[in-house]
T-cell receptor, first 112, second 112 residues
Framework: GNSVTQMEGPVTLSEEAFLTINCTYT??????LFWYVQYPGEGLQLLLK?????DKGSNKGFEATYRKETTSFHLEKGSVQVSDSAVYFC???????????FGGGTRVLVKP | SQTIHQWPATLVQPVGSPLSLECTVE??????LYWYRQAAGRGLQLLFY??????ISSEVPQNLSASRPQDRQFILSSKKLLLSDSGFYLC???????????FGPGTRLTVL
């Protein structure tokens, strides 16, 4: 079956540091890939997506590239802010599928 | 623009009591609708999805049920809650299968 593996947190950074969260997946066919962010007590917000190999999703300074050869979709941000403190989820969905398969989530804490 | 609402935001219920959680979507027609549960230490799990009024698919056998009485309304129910039903329940919608899903603010359910 499909699965998503994320690096375990928490990840603690200082403001303006570089952030990388690793995500690898196992899936048949050509899934779409997503990063969602969850702030404390809130639902999930779609951060970015990529629907085919070599696509780069980007939003709010975050980027991730769909790497089919390494089955990865690592999230990066060049300079984090305190407001980026949240839990980040990598997810995939099969083409024409209904079920998002999520990684376990990575908690990020950015300190001033 | 589309918005998704869930209520109540929090709920504390005794074991054996009934449950009804409601989700409504505004600004779109004939969305696909989803119920997920986020339980501590267990990640996000798809419970039910619906592609139209009266059409419900269950992903995980349990004592919960779902209904879709109107195009943009999705209800999660139980006749008798268990302790293991505690968690954060998230409703989501999408325009098509295989596409991104947009999440509501969630309902935190505590069963005592």
């Amino acid at each position: 079956g499909n699965s998503v593996t994320q690096m375990e947190g928490p990840v603690t950074l200082s403001e303006e540091a570089f952030l990388t969260i690793n995500c690898t997946y196992t899936a048949t066919g050509y899934p779409s890939l997503f990063w969602y962010v969850q702030y404390p007590g809130e639902g999930l917000q779609l951060l970015l997506k990529a629907t085919k190999a070599d696509d780069k999703g980007s939003n709010k300074g975050f980027e991730a590239t769909y790497r089919k050869e390494t089955t990865s979709f690592h999230l990066e941000k060049g300079s984090v802010q305190v407001s980026d403190s949240a839990v980040y989820f990598c997810a995939l969905i099969k083409a024409a599928g209904n079920k998002l398969t999520f990684g376990g989530g990575t908690r990020v804490l950015v300190k001033p | 623009s589309q918005t998704i609402h869930q209520w109540p935001a929090t709920l504390v219920q005794p074991v054996g009591s009934p449950l009804s959680l409601e989700c409504t979507v505004e600004g779109t027609s004939n969305p696909n609708l989803y119920w997920y549960r986020q339980a501590a230490g267990r990640g996000l799990q798809l419970l039910f999805y619906s592609v139209g009024i009266g059409q419900i698919s269950s992903e995980v056998p349990q004592n919960l049920s779902a209904s879709r009485p109107q195009d943009r309304q999705f209800i999660l129910s139980s006749k008798k809650l268990l302790l293991s039903d505690s968690g954060f329940y998230l409703c989501a919608w999408s325009l098509s299968r295989g596409g991104e899903q947009f999440f509501g603010p969630g309902t935190r359910l505590t069963v005592l």
